[in-house]
């Protein structure tokens, strides 16, 4: 089930993106302080997927000009392979839509399972950027645009 992130869940999305960053290596850099990273300021929307009872997964969207970015997603990794992900990426792309937004994302190169899925579902690489943060774990920065979301990824760095 995908729901509106709460104000209680947020403790509970920390916990599990330390997780995440301890096992998954995302973010590659962990932030000063996580539960503001977990909230951006141009936030459309942050969500959640549970699953028996526990946040299992976490998605922002955000506005990018006229356009939106799918932003701070993750997955606990005891909970991946069930489809968890694809179904958050979904409720974006749903959301985004019904918004009238085009939508994109950036991923570092180094995050090969989010790079798998983006492409299974249909999103379109558009731009590779070379990055000085990712240390030796990550060299560049790959935009995809969503299906039908082909203006977002035109002009934009």
């Not at 000063?32 to 959640?48: I, K, Q």
């Not at 190169?109 to 983006?118: I, M, T």
């Amino acid at each position: 089930m995908i729901r509106v992130r709460g104000d209680g869940d947020l403790g509970v999305c920390v916990e599990l993106l330390r997780g995440v960053h301890e096992r998954a290596g995302y973010p590659i850099n962990w932030p000063a302080e996580p539960a503001r990273w977990l909230t951006p300021e141009a936030a459309l929307g942050c969500w959640v997927a549970v699953s028996g009872g526990r946040v299992v997964g976490h998605v922002v969207l955000t506005g990018v000009g006229d356009g939106a970015e799918v932003e701070r997603l993750f997955v606990d990794p005891e909970a991946m392979g069930q489809g968890i992900g694809r179904r958050l990426l979904e409720h974006c792309v749903t959301t985004a839509a019904g918004l009238g937004r085009a939508l994109a994302l950036e991923v570092v190169d180094n995050r090969g399972a989010a790079v798998h899925l983006y492409r299974r579902a249909g999103w379109r690489e558009v731009r590779r950027t070379a990055i000085d943060w990712g240390g030796e774990h990550a060299s560049e920065l790959i935009r995809f645009v969503a299906p039908g979301s082909e203006l977002a990824g035109s002009d934009r760095s």
